[in-house]
């Protein structure tokens, strides 16, 4: 429990986000961490990601990488998005997933459905590539106005 002195008639609610237009966007990827699965067998690349310009900027959205897991298909399908990130950012060997923070990539967002909530919809990272040189490459890191 927490003691709050707050007064919700000063304050507009927040009408939540839209989702995002399928579509290919420049982001960076601004935090990582190694999670544990819920299972607690397995560990997951959790990767939070800030798109960089237009209508969405500073938009975040997050993928997660299997790479220790039971399920061998997941963990290969990990280590190839993991291996198009590391080419798409310019870092073939990283040794730590902080190396792969605050360089521009394209990624290519998609819609599913949300499982966690039945008749709801999600964002959902479909692929990634090296910044082209079109209109989705006028943003750089310097560009993204960071939350924190």
Not at 46 to 69: D, H, M, P, Y
Not at 95 to 123: V, W, Y
Request: net charge positive; hydrophobic share 40%; glycine share 8%.
């Amino acid at each position: 429990m927490a003691t709050l002195n707050f007064d919700a008639n000063t304050v507009e609610p927040n009408a939540g986000f839209a989702l995002i237009p399928k579509g290919e966007y420049t982001a960076i990827i601004s935090s990582s961490e190694v999670k544990k699965t819920a299972a607690g067998d397995g560990e997951y690349l959790s990767l939070k990601f800030q798109i960089c310009s237009g209508e969405f900027q500073n938009r975040t959205l997050f993928a997660n990488l299997n790479l220790v897991n039971k399920n061998e298909q997941a963990v290969a399908i990990a280590r190839g998005d993991l291996s198009a990130i590391c080419r798409s950012v310019g870092v073939l060997t990283p040794k730590d997933s902080s190396e792969l923070h605050n360089k521009p990539l394209t990624i290519s967002i998609g819609i599913k459905a949300d499982n966690r909530t039945p008749g709801e919809m999600q964002n959902v990272i479909k692929g990634y590539k090296a910044r082209s040189a079109g209109p989705a490459a006028a943003a750089t890191p310097g560009d993204v106005k960071t939350p924190w």
